[in-house]
């Protein structure tokens, strides 16, 4: 269990961190999201006692970092996966950490082969590709079998089936009962890992919620609409108050109202129909959708750059953004 | 995708074993330990041995004091050793091989910051004044080993080249030389941990050990600037090394300037804590 409580980092003028409330929970993995910069890193620096917070305080099953007495079985972190000497072999490494904690060095041999770095153990560290740095820092993070995981942006840089590795390797530890806690930018990642979500932009809270919540709440729905009878059934439509998006491929998009309603209604008037189906928008959608205020680095329209942002296919007024207005003081800024 | 329950329930008991604690249902086989210094020394012991950085600057060390010193030593003869101690040769290696122990002492700790292992050392260790300490205190006496085994070497063989010209004690400059390149390399390691940056805290260290040695060569000039001048060239690092050698047997031992770089080392060391805990990683 990892409670932080009202943590705030502040470099000089800018808010890294801003009054970040939230508990990660044992036993589930805990997706930690936010577009680049939002702050995840520094807020994981500082859950490890690595970077000092401005305000506010982080406590591991109810103690601080720096007052764990035996912090590798508390804790196993991977922040980032070249946080080593490349000098030295992956092997040392491993034993040198395993040393500063007391823990038995037939246990390095043991993680070694968990994540399949054996047959490399006596190789220097900077001559391993980066998913076999990012496996020796997971076996750094599982040297002390510890009860809380942190995982910085793991999948980063890996190729299909490291990543694939890497996820079964979350669930598992989770599924034994560890606390799992990972970040990504990736909300299609964090929908196929984690259970629960925090989600942070601009170095502020945007949503603690459960996966399942989170994609009920966030994601739209909206059903999509295709006739040859297509001006009838706009008018129609359109007299019955609901409201019709025309997109550029000839189909229409209805939010709001269940196909049923819109084929009843259609039957009524005699309209064929070619397609009606409900449909969702993706999570990715969504996550962009809660963040979009908050993400630091835009690429703006307005710039005479040829590098336009890919324009949002349901960019029109869906359903209001959840929570209160977090982007408003940043607008003023 | 369903949302297991997390178990909220908090452990009851008094007892400390909060490896059996309810709330977090993983218990871990491996036997838990209160770590103490002695692992942070094991730990800094295998690091300092396993990376070629320290092979290297170590083997150069030896090579310049040892491969001096015995040149000079066959190019005298016993007459020369009337009036000084017999490892005397090894001084003129040691005003080299000290910018070894130099590098070595910045690398033990600005390698960590240079290579983003430093974050995995304080996340393993959080109580950084510990790491440090280990550091300094293998670091020392891997130096000191190391320096007055080479000093000794050089003793012993020119004393055997050239033995009964003198009954000098020599034993003593071996001690009080390996102490002050021992503690420049500490001083290094101090700023080293200050600076966070090789290169930078290197060429600090040389500009501490040279420039009073070069300086009083100008200050000299001016009338006003002399007394500083001649103080610089007193307390000189090579300087040092020379009255510790008895080099000009006319002073002490060097015991004065040995005095002062256990000032500045032990200020520096002071620095380099207090920043230790305040800074972020």
């Given at each position: 269990?990892?409670?932080?409580?009202g943590l705030?980092?502040r470099y000089?003028?800018?808010?890294?961190?801003?009054?970040?409330?939230?508990?990660?929970?044992?036993?589930?993995?805990?997706?930690?999201l936010g577009?680049?910069?939002?702050?995840?890193s520094?807020?994981?620096?500082?859950?490890l006692?690595?970077?000092?917070?401005?305000?506010?305080?982080?406590?591991?099953d109810?103690?601080?970092?720096?007052?764990?007495?035996d912090?590798?079985?508390?804790?196993?972190a991977?922040?980032?996966?070249?946080?080593m000497?490349?000098?030295?072999?992956a092997?040392?490494?491993?034993?040198?950490?395993?040393q500063s904690?007391?823990?038995?060095?037939?246990?390095?041999?043991e993680?070694l082969d968990?994540?399949?770095?054996?047959?490399?153990?006596?190789?220097k560290?900077?001559g391993?590709s980066l998913g076999m740095g990012q496996?020796?820092?997971?076996?750094g993070?599982?040297?002390?079998?510890?009860?809380i995981?942190?995982?910085?942006?793991?999948v980063?840089?890996?190729?299909?089936?490291?990543?694939?590795w890497?996820?079964?390797l979350?669930?598992?530890?989770?599924?034994?009962?560890?606390?799992?806690?990972?970040?990504?930018?990736?909300?299609?990642?964090?929908a196929?890992?984690?259970?629960?979500?925090?989600v942070?932009g601009?170095g502020?809270?945007?949503?603690?919620?459960?996966m399942?919540?989170?994609?009920?709440?966030?994601?739209?729905?909206?059903?999509?609409?295709?006739?040859?009878?297509?001006?009838?059934?706009?008018?129609v439509?359109?007299?019955?108050?609901?409201?019709v998006?025309?997109?550029?491929?000839?189909?229409?998009?209805?939010?709001?109202h269940?196909?049923?309603?819109?084929?009843e209604?259609?039957?009524?008037?005699?309209?064929?129909?070619h397609?009606?189906?409900?449909q969702?928008?993706?999570l990715?959608?969504a996550?962009?959708q809660l963040?979009?205020?908050s993400?630091?680095?835009?690429?703006?329209?307005?710039t005479?750059?040829?590098a336009a942002?890919?324009?949002?296919p349901?960019?029109?007024p869906?359903?209001?953004?959840?929570g209160?207005q977090w982007?408003?003081?940043?607008?003023?800024? | 995708?369903s949302?297991?329950?997390p178990?909220t329930?908090?452990?009851?008991?008094p007892?400390?074993?909060?490896?059996s604690?309810?709330?977090?249902?993983?218990?871990?086989p491996?036997p838990?330990?209160r770590?103490?210094?002695g692992h942070?020394?094991?730990?800094e012991?295998?690091?300092?041995?396993?990376?070629?950085?320290?092979?290297?600057t170590?083997?150069?060390?030896l090579?310049l004091?040892?491969?001096?010193?015995l040149?000079?030593?066959?190019?005298?003869?016993?007459?020369d050793?009337?009036?000084v101690p017999?490892?005397i040769?090894?001084?003129f290696?040691?005003i080299?091989?000290?910018?070894?122990l130099?590098?070595?002492?910045?690398?033990?700790?600005?390698?960590?910051?240079?290579?983003?292992?430093?974050?995995?050392?304080?996340t393993?260790?959080?109580?950084?004044?510990r790491?440090?300490?280990?550091?300094?205190?293998?670091?020392?006496v891997?130096?000191?080993?190391?320096?007055?085994?080479?000093?000794?070497?050089?003793?012993?063989?020119?004393?055997g080249?050239?033995?009964?010209a003198?009954?000098?004690?020599?034993g003593?400059?071996?001690?009080?030389?390996?102490?002050?390149?021992s503690?420049?390399g500490?001083?290094?390691?101090?700023?080293?941990?200050?600076l966070?940056?090789?290169a930078?805290?290197i060429?600090?260290?040389?500009?501490?050990?040279l420039?009073?040695?070069?300086l009083?060569?100008f200050?000299?000039?001016s009338?006003?600037l002399r007394?500083l001048?001649?103080k610089?060239t007193e307390?000189n690092?090579p300087?040092?090394?020379?009255?510790?050698f008895?080099?000009?047997?006319?002073?002490?031992?060097?015991g004065?300037?040995?005095?002062?770089?256990?000032?500045?080392?032990?200020?520096?060391?002071?620095?380099?804590?207090?920043?230790l805990?305040?800074?972020?990683?």
């Amino acid at each position: 269990m990892i409670e932080v409580a009202g943590l705030t980092k502040r470099y000089g003028e800018k808010m890294a961190v801003n009054q970040l409330t939230f508990a990660v929970r044992p036993g589930i993995v805990t997706g930690f999201l936010g577009p680049n910069g939002a702050g995840k890193s520094t807020t994981m620096r500082m859950m490890l006692g690595l970077d000092r917070p401005t305000a506010g305080d982080v406590r591991i099953d109810g103690q601080h970092y720096d007052r764990l007495k035996d912090p590798l079985t508390y804790i196993g972190a991977l922040l980032d996966a070249k946080a080593m000497h490349g000098g030295r072999s992956a092997f040392n490494h491993l034993l040198c950490l395993a040393q500063s904690n007391g823990i038995p060095r037939s246990r390095v041999h043991e993680v070694l082969d968990t994540v399949g770095l054996t047959a490399v153990a006596k190789k220097k560290a900077k001559g391993f590709s980066l998913g076999m740095g990012q496996r020796l820092g997971i076996a750094g993070a599982l040297l002390g079998d510890p009860r809380i995981l942190m995982f910085d942006e793991p999948v980063n840089g890996l190729d299909p089936e490291g990543i694939h590795w890497i996820r079964n390797l979350m669930k598992s530890l989770a599924a034994q009962g560890r606390t799992v806690f990972v970040s990504s930018h990736l909300m299609s990642e964090m929908a196929l890992t984690a259970d629960h979500l925090v989600v942070i932009g601009q170095g502020r809270l945007l949503a603690d919620t459960s996966m399942a919540d989170f994609i009920r709440e966030n994601s739209r729905s909206y059903v999509r609409i295709r006739s040859p009878q297509r001006e009838l059934l706009l008018d129609v439509l359109h007299r019955a108050g609901i409201i019709v998006v025309e997109n550029g491929v000839g189909t229409l998009e209805v939010d709001g109202h269940r196909p049923e309603d819109i084929g009843e209604l259609a039957a009524q008037h005699r309209i064929v129909l070619h397609e009606l189906s409900p449909q969702q928008a993706s999570l990715e959608e969504a996550f962009m959708q809660l963040t979009a205020e908050s993400v630091e680095y835009h690429a703006h329209t307005d710039t005479p750059l040829g590098a336009a942002p890919p324009p949002l296919p349901g960019e029109q007024p869906g359903p209001p953004a959840p929570g209160p207005q977090w982007g408003d003081d940043w607008k003023k800024g | 995708m369903s949302t297991p329950q997390p178990q909220t329930h908090q452990q009851a008991a008094p007892a400390p074993n909060w490896q059996s604690a309810p709330g977090t249902s993983y218990t871990s086989p491996i036997p838990i330990t209160r770590t103490h210094l002695g692992h942070a020394l094991t730990s800094e012991w295998t690091k300092i041995k396993s990376v070629r950085s320290t092979m290297w600057t170590l083997g150069v060390f030896l090579l310049l004091v040892v491969g001096i010193g015995l040149l000079v030593a066959a190019n005298t003869d016993s007459n020369d050793y009337a009036d000084v101690p017999y490892t005397i040769p090894a001084f003129f290696g040691l005003i080299l091989g000290q910018i070894c122990l130099i590098t070595l002492g910045v690398l033990v700790v600005s390698s960590e910051y240079g290579t983003g292992m430093i974050r995995t050392t304080f996340t393993a260790s959080p109580q950084r004044h510990r790491v440090l300490t280990a550091k300094l205190l293998i670091f020392f006496v891997v130096a000191f080993v190391v320096s007055a085994f080479a000093i000794g070497f050089v003793g012993l063989i020119t004393s055997g080249m050239h033995g009964g010209a003198s009954d000098n004690k020599w034993g003593g400059t071996v001690l009080m030389g390996a102490l002050y390149v021992s503690l420049l390399g500490v001083l290094a390691l101090a700023v080293g941990s200050m600076l966070r940056h090789s290169a930078g805290a290197i060429t600090a260290m040389l500009g501490l050990v040279l420039v009073p040695a070069i300086l009083p060569a100008f200050l000299m000039m001016s009338e006003s600037l002399r007394t500083l001048g001649e103080k610089m060239t007193e307390y000189n690092a090579p300087n040092a090394l020379a009255k510790i050698f008895e080099l000009d047997s006319e002073n002490g031992g060097g015991g004065s300037q040995l005095v002062l770089l256990v000032g500045v080392t032990a200020a520096a060391i002071a620095g380099a804590y207090a920043l230790l805990e305040r800074r972020d990683v």
